[in-house]
């Protein structure tokens, strides 16, 4: 098994490599405005840096989101293509359960990362491996928190008002990086666990729409 793993579902461009025991080689760049110019450079740095080439490559995964659409469509066109270069699977792991599988918790908690508009995307976890609802977008103030841990980016951003209700965990990765998305993707592939085929989740529209038929000109 090796598996190559990216997401840009965020402003983390990040990718790894993971051989089905560890990671080989991970990189991580937190630039929102640079995910297509940054993402195949750091594919290709964590190939060197694990000394192994594109053709050894067993399966592909990337982060599906939710996330700004632009940066999405980035990752998983990437995934997408170079799968069928390759002849190998690609799939796609919602981006929330890799940041929840980087925490290493193993209580009930909250991923929340930022969706911008002054709202985040959020799912609520069992544990570090089980999201039991969602993933969601909502403005802080209506994520029912519950009195629940909450991490991720979103978490730091809007820790006044989500940390009224529960508890704000800086100490955890904020963004879903590469390594614990390989590792997860590993673990899943090892266990026979389906999937998912590498598609969007898209929470609301996309901020660019296709303009409408022009308006009839009357006399």
């Not at 069992?126 to 909450?150: L, N, Q, Y």
């Not at 090892?190 to 000109?217: F, N, Q, S, W």
């Amino acid at each position: 098994m090796l598996v190559l793993a990216f997401d840009t579902a965020t402003p983390a461009v990040t990718a790894a490599l993971h051989d089905g025991e560890r990671v080989l080689a991970e990189s991580t760049t937190i630039d929102a405005r640079r995910h297509g110019e940054l993402l195949v450079p750091t594919i290709e740095l964590v190939l060197g840096e694990a000394r192994a080439a594109l053709r050894d490559v067993t399966a592909i995964v990337a982060g599906s989101g939710p996330g700004p659409y632009t940066g999405l469509r980035v990752g998983l066109m990437t995934a997408q293509g170079l799968a069928t270069t390759l002849g190998v699977p690609a799939y796609g792991i919602c981006t929330l359960d890799a940041v929840a599988y980087g925490s290493g918790l193993a209580e009930p908690f909250l991923v929340a990362t930022d969706a911008r508009r002054k709202e985040v995307f959020w799912a609520r976890y069992a544990d570090m491996r089980t999201r039991i609802d969602g993933p969601f977008v909502d403005r802080p103030a209506e994520v029912p928190v519950k009195g629940v841990p909450v991490v991720g980016a979103g978490a730091a951003l809007y820790a006044e008002i989500l940390g009224q209700e529960g508890s704000v965990l800086d100490d955890v990765p904020p963004y879903p990086y590469a390594g614990a998305l390989a590792a997860l993707a590993a673990e899943r592939l090892a266990e026979g666990t389906p999937l998912d085929l590498p598609r969007p989740i898209y929470l609301r529209r996309p901020d660019a729409v296709a303009p409408g038929a022009p308006k009839r000109v009357t006399a």
